[in-house]
T-cell receptor, first 114, second 116 residues
């Protein structure tokens, strides 16, 4: 079974703090993704990576950056957290490139920025 | 542009009733894939099914069935004899080959509550 884990289930941070969300997958998948989920908006793609040290912007990259130093690990960074970044963050991975690839998700991190 | 519409925001049914979750999509891609995911209260999205645009055969898996109709751009999901464990948010998603890089476009989800 594919296993995608996220470092925290719940996080509370202050405005202006730098926040790191970590994601690890154990299936040697090429692609990794970060989404945020908000009520009424579904899931929106923030960034994705198709290889180590490679990254591509998704639909809503502003205010975020990412890091992929190892194949199994993909980090989402909020450089200076703001209240409008309060959300559920979901990490996913998929075996390779292509529209047919199924994405497998982690349990999510609920972030509250005060 | 890719778009997925799940018009039903919330549905409540009594246990053992059948329920259908609607999904309508828009794409200019000729080859594309459709997905359904389940998100239980624990938060993790669980993959249920993937369907490609050239395969309109309906799929049945236990109490779950999917009806793909290209003519109406719909990929509906039916749960037969619903159970309390089916309570979750269900997402329909679309990925287009021409769009590239397996970007998934999600609908806004349908929250299903099964009442015992």
């Amino acid at each position: 079974d594919v296993k995608v884990t996220q470092s925290s289930r719940y996080l509370v941070k202050r405005t202006g703090e730098k926040v790191f969300l970590e994601c690890v997958q154990d299936m040697d998948h090429e692609n990794m993704f970060w989404y945020r989920q908000d009520p009424g908006l579904g899931l929106r793609l923030i960034y994705f990576s198709y290889d180590v040290k490679m990254k591509e912007k998704g639909d809503i990259p502003e205010g975020y950056s990412v890091s992929r130093e190892k194949k199994e690990r993909f980090s989402l960074i909020l450089e200076s957290a703001s209240t409008n970044q309060t959300s559920m963050y979901l990490c996913a991975s998929s075996p390779g490139q292509g529209a047919q690839e199924t994405q497998y998700f982690g349990p999510g991190t609920r972030l509250l920025v005060l | 542009a890719q778009k997925v519409t799940q018009a039903q925001t919330e549905i409540s049914v009594v246990e053992k009733e059948d329920v259908t979750l609607d999904c309508v999509y828009e794409t200019r891609d000729t080859t594309y894939y459709l997905f359904w995911y389940k998100q239980p209260p624990s938060g993790e999205l669980v993959f249920l099914i993937r369907r490609n645009s050239f395969d309109e055969q309906n799929e049945i898996s236990g109490r779950y069935s999917w009806n793909f109709q290209k003519s109406t751009s719909s990929f509906n999901f039916t749960i037969t004899a619903s159970q309390v464990v089916d309570s979750a948010v269900y997402f329909c998603a679309l990925s287009g080959v021409e769009t590239g890089a397996n970007n998934l476009f999600f609908g806004t989800g349908t929250r299903l509550t099964v009442i015992p």
